[in-house]
């Protein structure tokens, strides 16, 4: 960013972030399982089976026409996801430490009842021949965050990542994976079908907010 069900936070990470785990997703390992799913809007979705779950895992690659590290401070900006996230209704930062973030999120799908749940996020860089390269790794921490809340379908499983390569100063490859069970009683197929659709809106999403002028300071930087 799901056993059960799996857009849904992931509905942005669950839908994405629910957005925080696993390794950070490569696109040279389309070949590792992964199956072309669908193309739209610049983004292409591939997605294969989870052993024991009949969920799936989804990896989405598409280009955002910003820095890598201006796209990492839209993933990392978590108090501001309410005002531009899909389905995000609450989100707050429960701890900032260097490279690690926790936050509490909860999303209101409209389909189904409310999902809440705290992810722990981790964050690394490195430099490549173009420039430098963001992963953003996430998983499910509830341990770290408030109790559960009456009406609300605590969300106990999710993994995801974002992987924020330059191809140019101000152009960013970005490979989104997210595999998450939503709870309740969403019937995989259900849950399959509209992860390909939160994906899709989470890339807009991102696309759309790295253009506000408070990101235009590391965009200008190229870094």
């Known amino acids: ?21 696993a390794e950070p997703a490569k ?14 809007d610049g983004v292409t979705i591939y997605s294969r089976r989870h052993a024991g779950s009949s969920l799936k895992e989804f990896k989405a690659i598409g280009e955002i026409d910003a820095s890598p590290r201006a796209v990492c401070e839209v993933v990392e900006d978590v108090d501001a996801y309410p005002n531009f996230m899909p389905y995000m209704a609450e989100c707050r930062l429960v701890k900032r430490d260097k490279d ?30 173009m420039g430098v390269v963001y992963s953003n790794r996430w998983e499910s ?24 390569e330059p191809t140019a100063a101000d152009r960013t490859h970005a490979t989104y994976s997210v595999y998450t069970d939503t709870g309740g009683l ?5 849950a399959n079908h509209f992860s390909l659709t939160g994906i ?21 930087t190229g870094q």
């Open 1 to 21: 960013m799901w056993p059960s069900r799996i857009l849904p936070i992931c509905f942005f990470s669950l839908v994405s972030h629910f957005c925080l785990g």
């Open 141 to 164: 921490a509830n341990a770290l965050g408030p109790t559960k809340k009456p009406g609300v379908v605590r969300v106990e499983l999710c993994l995801g990542s974002w992987l924020l």
């Open 200 to 220: 899709r809106e989470v890339f807009a999403a991102v696309r759309k907010q790295v253009q506000e002028p408070k990101y235009n300071g590391q965009r200008a």
């Open 100 to 129: 690690l973030l926790v936050s509490y999120q909860r999303i209101s799908p409209k389909i189904c009842s409310d999902r809440d749940l705290t992810l722990r996020s981790y964050s690394t860089s490195w430099s490549n021949a």
């Open 186 to 190: 969403i019937p995989p197929f259900i």
């Open 27 to 40: 696109s040279s390992d389309a070949d590792a399982g992964w199956k072309y799913t669908t193309q739209r």
